[in-house]
């Protein structure tokens, strides 16, 4: 049986997540294809990689597919994306068969924002670099060994590919563990022009029937996932919508035969989550896009976040760089999203559906006092008592393809690092920490929280999902890899903290104790010296503080049912 490599080197994309714990629709369609044409199929990661090489695969695999990219590079904690070196270093290791590099990277290169993105075709000594969809490269070259970069493929073909692909995921290094990316789109909806510095918009709008993507899933579902994201599509708000004269208008009933779909064919779903929405959509069409949120707030899981977009709101920017908002259709949507998707659907579950802002600081056009306009819009966020489930900020990347790749580097200059630098500071600072505590107040649960890193009496982790919290949980017997429910206890500027819901209030460390607002040293010594506690009257006794006691009973399990939760 010949043999088939697929080398993850990770993706990030608009429109298409591949670090891990996600993986990127581009390894399953690719396994997919080898399985359909009868190959073994070896999925490995840039991580494992590094800590074995896979020199001998290389040589021996009749086609090596490695996937690689970043269109908007950020900082990862599941994984470091593959760099240049080492996709350079994999080409030169002698070999028998063909390679083929494909995801972003057939765009260009670049590891951090605000660089102009390389053209790696004379650096790599590969078969193919794709600039088309590396799964149809790969078919087309099984099929006819023939090299075709640009080779696409339709939905219709892709069907086969995605199902048989699903069985790929066992091989991932954080099996069961881990999200899948699911596409339902390509290209842009938009319908006045694009946004300058993106690629999504050079593809042509096509979607995937929720029948497709309802087949995919129980695919995925069968072979173990129990996250999901639909993350590959650039506007879930239009899916299944209308063209109007006024742009594409969101269809309720359209996402609702999508989520109905996906949740029938995976029933044990744990986590179902969404990506991009445009704000414009929201602030062109209000009560369609509310009626439309409402359905995704009714079929997906606590904690989910809509990306609006946002890029910069100064006008002179938005106009210059063709961006989707402005100031008060931005705050419109922003509004209309709280309202919506704002409300907890389980008791101290985290909110439906938030939106997430993204802003990219140093477009043509930018300067010092055009962040100025980002800073107010986020503090009449504030003043609003809106809720924001994270704000992400990073620097844009050139492409050559893009408007922006055109543009002379010098318009690109009004921003200096320190002024970036200074706005994200702000945020981290003084925004974050409001909306931690606004979406995730004290007494938050949080569900399936997987323990990544200890440090001390903590143990840091994230449950699976769109931009997850990082909890860091007081526990001194929680281990890496264990997964467990957590109270949070307060926001920090870039985590939440937490303890391990419930706490057995007889089996707790004190450390644990100590993790809950108003416990110190000696009221936890003097719980653990009255042990057994048998239940909450007990338990106010001892604790001697009746209206502390009422507010951290929420905290324990007691072995009669009378204080818990
Ligand atoms: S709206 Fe802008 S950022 Fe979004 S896909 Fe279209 S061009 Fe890209």
């Not at 891990?20 to 990661?45: K, W």
């Not at 649960?445 to 769109?466: K, Q, Y």
């Not at 931009?467 to 860091?472: C, R």
Request: proline letters at 7%.
């Amino acid at each position: 049986m010949p043999l088939g490599l697929i080398i993850d080197g990770y993706v990030d994309e608009p429109a298409c997540f591949g670090v891990p714990p996600y993986i990127s629709p581009y390894v399953r369609y690719c396994a997919g294809v080898f399985m359909s044409h009868g190959f073994e199929v070896i999925y490995l990661t840039v991580d494992q990689i590094r800590q074995e090489k896979a020199d001998h695969l290389i040589r021996s695999a009749e086609v090596t597919v490695v996937i690689a990219g970043l269109t908007v590079p950020g900082r990862y904690r599941g994984g470091s994306p593959m760099t240049l070196k080492e996709l350079k270093g994999l080409s030169e290791i002698p070999r028998r068969g063909a390679m083929i590099v494909g995801g972003p990277i057939g765009s260009g290169y670049a590891l951090k924002g605000g660089d102009a993105a390389l053209d790696v075709s004379k650096i790599l000594d590969v078969d193919c670099i794709a600039t088309g969809d590396p799964e149809a490269v790969l078919d087309l070259w099984i099929r006819t060994k023939e090299m075709t970069h640009d080779a696409k493929r339709d939905y219709g073909t892709l069907a086969k590919w995605a199902e048989a692909g699903a069985q790929v995921v066992k091989m991932h290094p954080m099996y069961p563990l881990i999200i899948a990316e699911l596409e339902l789109s390509r290209g842009c909806d938009r319908t006045d022009g694009r946004c300058s510095f993106c690629v999504e918009g050079l593809k042509a709008r096509e979607e995937r029937s929720p029948d497709s993507v309802a087949a995919e899933v129980r695919c995925l579902a069968i072979a173990g996932v129990k996250a999901f994201r639909f993350g590959r599509c650039a506007n879930v708000l239009t899916y299944g919508g209308t063209l109007t004269p006024k742009g594409w208008m969101p269809s309720p009933d359209g996402l609702r035969s999508l989520y109905s779909s996906v949740r029938s064919a995976a029933p044990d779903i744990k986590v179902l989550h969404m990506d991009n929405g445009n704000p414009k959509t929201i602030a062109t069409f209000p009560d369609k896009s509310f009626e439309a949120l409402k359905v995704i707030a009714s079929y997906n899981t606590p904690g989910d976040t809509i990306s609006l977009g946002l890029e910069s709101l100064h006008p002179q920017v938005v106009l210059q760089n063709n961006l989707k908002v402005f100031f008060d259709q931005a705050l419109e949507a922003v509004r209309i999203v709280n309202l919506a998707g704002g409300t907890r659907p389980f008791q101290n579950s985290m909110p439906s559906l938030l939106p997430g802002l993204n802003f990219l600081i140093g477009l043509p056009g930018e300067n010092k006092e055009t962040i100025n306009e980002n800073r107010r819009f986020l503090e009449k966020l504030l003043s609003e008592g809106l809720s924001v489930r994270r704000i992400n900020i990073r620097r844009p990347m050139t492409f050559k393809s893009t408007p922006l790749g055109a543009v002379d580097s010098s318009a690109m200059k009004g921003i200096r690092d320190r002024d970036y630098k200074a706005f994200k500071d702000w945020v981290r600072s003084e925004v974050d920490p409001v909306m931690f505590s606004r979406v995730a107040p004290e007494g938050t649960i949080i569900r399936d929280v997987i323990c990544e890193e200890r440090l001390g009496n903590l143990i840091f982790g994230r449950p699976l999902g769109s931009y997850p919290p990082l909890l860091g949980i007081t526990s001194s017997t929680l281990k890496e890899g264990d997964t467990t429910d957590v109270t949070v206890t307060g926001a920090g500027p870039r985590s939440l903290s937490g303890i391990p819901w419930p706490l057995d209030i007889n089996n707790c460390s004190q450390q644990e104790l100590q993790g809950i607002p108003g416990i110190g040293k000696a009221r936890a010594m003097r719980l653990i010296l009255n042990r057994p506690i048998a239940g909450l009257e007990q338990f106010k006794a001892v604790l001697d503080d009746p209206g502390l006691a009422d507010k951290v009973a929420k905290f324990f399990s007691f072995p009669s049912d009378e204080g818990a939760i």
